[in-house]
């Protein structure tokens, strides 16, 4: 079957992300002098993950749009922004310019809600989105095009890339637990010795779910 035009996107997204990979660890051709190479590479980096950002915002309202939301589609949004951050985060720790537990806590967070989905997905629940879930791709994204770049600002003594990943983790740790606390309102809970009754599932939307 002829993937559709959001799907297209997605795949171009997932294709996006080795040479992202490429022009950050320094990886430029035609450049014989490592630290043109390496200052060329951020600049491209950014430029090649920033046009990944923006298309997964535009595969989504394609989708939405032409009314072609798909199961292949609704597996390869998310897994393909989580691809995108996850190589950000560990070339970035690799360059020493991010520290490891920002990556881990980003990370982990990722898996444990991913974790819980399909755990909802095997109950019949469909977790919609939340505004949490996309304020936090956006602080996560912002944050690792500003560390790329590194552009040396600061404010009140600090750099600013540092004030901007300190929010991403801050949010991203809140999404995480707004997931969690709105899992548990719809899923099936285990009987407590004083209940009687079974908790009932609820269902919700459809494609947006796979924004949180």
Not at 66 to 94: M, Y
Not at 130 to 151: F, H, Y
Not at 180 to 206: I, K, Q
């Amino acid at each position: 079957m002829r993937p559709n035009l959001p799907n297209s996107i997605t795949f171009f997204r997932i294709l996006l992300i080795p040479v992202f990979m490429a022009f950050l660890l320094g990886n430029v051709p035609l450049m014989s002098d490592r630290e043109d190479a390496v200052e060329l590479g951020s600049v491209l980096a950014a430029i090649t993950f920033g046009l990944a950002a923006v298309s997964d915002s535009v595969d989504g309202y394609l989708a939405r749009r032409r009314k072609e939301v798909t199961v292949l589609g609704t597996f390869l949004d998310p897994l393909a922004d989580k691809l995108l951050v996850s190589a950000a985060l560990i070339a970035l720790v690799q360059l020493q310019k991010l520290s490891a537990w920002v990556a881990m806590v980003i990370i982990a967070r990722e898996f444990a809600v991913s974790g819980l989905r399909m755990v909802a997905a095997a109950e019949g629940v469909i977790i919609p989105a939340s505004i949490w879930g996309k304020l936090k791709t956006v602080c996560q994204m912002a944050a690792i095009v500003i560390v790329i770049l590194e552009p040396g600002w600061q404010v009140a003594g600090r750099r600013v890339s540092w004030l901007v990943v300190m929010a991403a983790v801050l949010v991203t740790v809140t999404s995480g637990i707004d997931y969690f606390v709105r899992a548990r309102e719809r899923l099936h809970l285990p009987a407590v010795p004083h209940a009687s009754g079974e908790g009932v599932a609820e269902g919700a939307h459809e494609h947006d779910a796979s924004r949180s």
